[in-house]
């Protein structure tokens, strides 16, 4: 008998993280990964090994997920009988309410969600205000004490744009590689005592946000100077001035994609082990 044949789904995945471990599935701990999976097994009726997700970025424990991206194999037979419509109310049936799906679609040839992406962007948001936060956004919005320079901040974070090694901003893990392209670092006020940082990526080391976050609110503060957290990132070591901010003012908004012809180059582009590129002779 030849193989079944699969088609590849593509997943679009919301989440507030209060509840959650992390994304990454764990023995005996509540994770999206295991909701997911285990009411794609339930709905499909697959065995748990079939109904694994590979993802774009594995969330930490307590952030959140509005542009969250996975891939899912099943059989072509399975998804011509289930359809997208169908399978989202299904799934919305048996999840729990802070997990959702909000679009299923057949991948274009090459798509993986994890080696893919052109980059990701994260938001992470935090109020000045004298008061506290807003009780109503508590589980997505840190409290700082002090009031921000949000100018400060974003000439400060212009030192840190662009290829770098972040290992100073990052945990390290065994044979990970820290060098990545730092798009966008930008802060803006969303309202009088709301401030937003956008942080974007082709790809992000673990804490790193949170890490660069930290640095910046140290600025924003004025207990450090606008040249620091650059100096931080020339030195090449974590530096225990650098405070890693909660994880629940974080919160992953968009995995973008490119075109679906270029799938399969831009993923075998991303596995490659990445070093920082040689300075060109003067």
Do not use: K
């Amino acid at each position: 008998m030849g193989e079944t044949a699969e088609v590849r789904l593509r997943l679009d995945i919301a989440y507030d993280g209060t509840g959650f471990s992390g994304w990454a599935e764990q023995p005996d701990r509540r994770t999206v990964q295991g909701e997911l999976q285990a009411a794609l097994s339930r709905v499909l009726r697959l065995e748990p090994e079939h109904a694994r997700l590979t993802v774009a970025g594995r969330t930490d424990a307590g952030v959140h997920a509005r542009g969250q991206v996975a891939h899912l194999d099943v059989p072509q037979a399975l998804w011509a009988a289930e359809g997208p419509e169908r399978l989202l109310r299904r799934l919305a049936g048996v999840l729990p309410p802070d997990v959702r799906v909000s679009g299923v679609s057949a991948a274009p040839e090459g798509f993986d969600a994890r080696f893919s992406p052109l980059y990701r962007r994260y938001v992470y948001r935090v109020s000045d205000a004298p008061g506290g936060v807003d009780p109503l956004r508590r589980r997505e919005v840190l409290w700082n004490r002090r009031p921000l320079d949000v100018d400060a901040m974003n000439r400060a974070a212009e030192g840190l744009v662009g290829e770098h090694d972040f290992a100073a901003y990052c945990r390290r893990r065994e044979g990970a590689t820290t060098v990545r392209e730092l798009l966008r670092l930008e802060w803006r006020r969303e309202d009088r005592h709301l401030c937003a940082a956008t942080v974007q990526a082709d790809a992000f080391c673990h804490n790193m946000v949170r890490a660069l976050v930290g640095a910046m609110l140290a600025v924003g503060e004025g207990r450090r100077g606008e040249d620091w957290p650059a100096g931080v990132l020339g030195a090449g070591v974590r530096d225990s001035a650098v405070h890693v901010v909660a994880p629940h003012g974080l919160t992953l908004e968009e995995v973008a994609y490119p075109a679906p012809g270029e799938m399969a180059a831009r993923a075998a582009a991303t596995r490659r082990v990445r070093t920082l590129s040689a300075t060109p002779p003067a």
